[in-house]
């Protein structure tokens, strides 16, 4: 399989942390548009096209789909019949911490669980290991010493390279930091939610990250779509919000949140970006944020996210029309 020559001269890279690994600047989520009822001719041209822009990082966890499972079933397919012989160039990551399987095994974040899973996972992707294996929410009924010594465990194991958490507050970070630390390991990446509507990991969560060099991708930058020209004028038929099942509700997109939305709309387009190109560049403005995870129902829509690298800064006035736009 030929991929374009340049490709890594079309992205910008990102240290990680305190760790050796490079992430892209933009990395593709498997969240949707990978699972069994999909268009799978499309998923395959995505994971095509963004590795010919430069995305070496691709993003799925044991629970997506649907069913779950699914996506990293097919995505495993797409890397045994297109990938192979780049594996040592693509960053795979999944995830455990959702319910799986019935019983009081196939939830949460015991070790029983997160072993199980990531052998599930591995299986499913068919690859030897992950390089990077997040628990996906935290588990207030086990231990966190059992959780994160998992991890660890697993890194020692060679079944993952990198442990990361993921939607875990400030407070839990620093525990599982102090924690996996006493192991000899290191949380390399956390990955919460971050955008211009969610803006919570500011003050609880980044001031730690920061200080412990622990990488951050996040995920929803463009808040479900909000944040890109898709509801400017309703709810389209064939969007999530449409959709009866999924995190974004029509009834979120209010007429409060959308004033926001056309005022940012405004800014970004004397900014010469679109406005998820827009979102995309504040979010990354802050060098603590290692990389933003798109989703992507087409081709076209991971080529108009990686050109959001073309102009990144900001300046002061663009900021404070930003800060007054979402006040409103």
């Known amino acids: 399989m030929a991929f374009a020559e340049d ?27 990978f699972g069994d009822g999909d268009d799978l001719d499309e998923a395959r041209r995505m994971l095509h096209r963004a590795f010919d822009l430069g995305i070496t990082h691709f993003d799925l966890a044991n629970n997506y789909g649907p069913p779950g499972g699914s996506a ?18 693509l960053i795979i990551s999944t995830k455990a911490g959702f319910y799986m399987w019935p019983g009081p ?15 599930q996972s591995l299986q499913r992707l068919g690859l ?12 207030p009924a086990t231990p966190l010493e059992e959780t994160i010594g998992t991890l660890q465990l697993l890194v020692q194991q060679g079944k993952c390279l990198y442990a990361g958490i993921s939607n875990y507050r400030g407070a839990a970070t620093v525990e ?3 924690i996996i630390e006493r192991q000899h390991g290191h949380i390399t990446i956390h990955q919460p939610n971050y955008s211009m509507l969610s803006r919570w990991i500011e003050g609880d969560l980044l001031p730690h990250t920061g200080r412990l060099d622990i990488g951050v991708i996040v995920f ?20 999530r919000a449409a959709k009866p099942t999924g995190f974004l509700r029509s009834d979120q997109i209010t007429e409060g949140v959308m004033v926001k939305v056309r005022a940012l709309n405004e800014i970004a387009k004397a900014r010469g970006q679109s ?38 800064s900001f300046a002061d006035d663009e900021l404070q029309a930003i800060e007054a736009a979402l006040s409103l």
């Open 105 to 119: 095994y196939g939830d949460h974040g015991s070790k029983k669980y997160l072993v199980s899973s990531l052998d």
């Open 128 to 139: 030897d290991y992950v390089d990077i294996f997040y628990h996906h929410r935290p588990d």
């Open 176 to 178: 599982a930091e102090r």
């Open 220 to 239: 929803s930058p463009l808040a479900q779509g909000m944040l890109s020209d898709k509801y400017l004028d309703g709810i389209p038929e064939d969007s």
């Open 7 to 33: 490709r890594y001269e079309r992205m910008t890279y990102r240290r990680c942390g305190r760790s050796g690994l490079m992430l892209p600047a933009v990395s593709l989520g498997c969240w949707h548009n």
């Open 275 to 312: 406005l998820a190109q827009m979102a995309l560049a504040w979010c990354l403005r802050d060098v603590r944020v290692t990389s933003v995870l798109v989703g992507a129902s087409r081709v076209t829509q991971i080529e108009e996210n990686v050109a959001a690298l073309d102009c990144l």
């Open 72 to 89: 990293e079933r097919n995505v495993g397919r797409f890397l045994r019949e297109d990938f192979a012989s780049h594996r040592d160039e």
